[in-house]
Structures are given as C-alpha cells and as structure tokens.
C-alpha cells in the first residue's frame, strides 16, 4: 500500500512541475529525493506547500562540493498525513551562492536558513532577520561548514 502512494506522490510531482526540476528518487517508502533546477526552487517548495499537503519544514542544510565549484543546500519538508519526508536539493554555484528564502513559504526555516548563511556563506534573498545565529557578530573567519575553510582570521 505505501509503495503506491510514494509511487502516486512521485507522478503527482512529475504532473505538476515536472519541467520544474531536474530528477524525482525514491529513496524508501516515506522519502523522496526532488532536485531542482536553480530558477524554480520557490515555485516548486510553494507548490510541494500548497498543492501536495507538505506543511512542515523540518531543516536544511548544505554541502559544499569544493572539487566541482558548487553547493547543493538541501531541504527537508515533511507531510503530516501521509508522513511522507521530501528532501528537496538545489545546485549553487559557490562562488556566488544566492537562493531566494524559503521562509515565505515556511516562516519556519528562517534558522536555518540563517545557519546556512553563516556556516556556508549563501545569501538568501528577501529573507526577514539575517542576522548571527551561531557565530559572534564579531566573526571574520571565513565559512566554517566549508571545505576549504582555515579558521577564524586565517586567510
């Protein structure tokens, strides 16, 4: 029964927006893994949101790809009557990495997205408070989640 509807929320997906992203995977029976194309990410959470009942924004977070010059933030949205979890990934290019916020879809990724903005350096625009979360306002060191990151006031 699960299999046919991770199978049914999978071609809902593909119905929808399915020129909105890049590829849908089944990960298990509760998880489905949805890259997005760059342009499309606050289209795609506002219909994941309104369309297919993903209401709860559990986390996100990043990972840096330092060999291939991009980062992929990653986002975690829940379903709270199927309980089905939608990892939604986005590409960024690293040297200039901008997303818009996710927090005007759900106010609640407004920390991680500030954690995010600290630990990676991405910028995320029209986001309400980017102001320090984890780090002193004093911090000059650099992007600690990063790989390439050398510690506090080392260049």
Known sequence: ML??????????????????????????EKYVSITV????LLHVAETLKNNLGF??????????????????????????KSRFIITLRVDIPRNSPQLPSLTQVWEAMSF????AHEMF?????????????LLPPSW?????LRKDFK?????
């Open 3 to 28: 299999k046919t509807s991770i199978s049914n929320l999978v071609k809902s997906v593909e119905d929808i927006i399915s020129d909105e992203i890049e590829s849908v995977e089944i990960k298990d």
């Open 37 to 40: 194309k760059y342009d499309y």
């Open 55 to 80: 209401t709860i924004p559990v986390a996100c977070g990043g990972i840096d790809y330092l060999d291939e010059d991009k980062m992929q933030m990653i986002y975690y949205i829940s379903n709270p």
């Open 112 to 115: 991680h997205e500030r954690e």
């Open 121 to 133: 350096g991405v910028e995320f625009k029209d986001h309400p408070n980017m102001v320090p979360l």
């Open 140 to 144: 000059k060191g650099g992007y600690p």
């Open 151 to 155: 510690g506090e006031g080392i260049k």
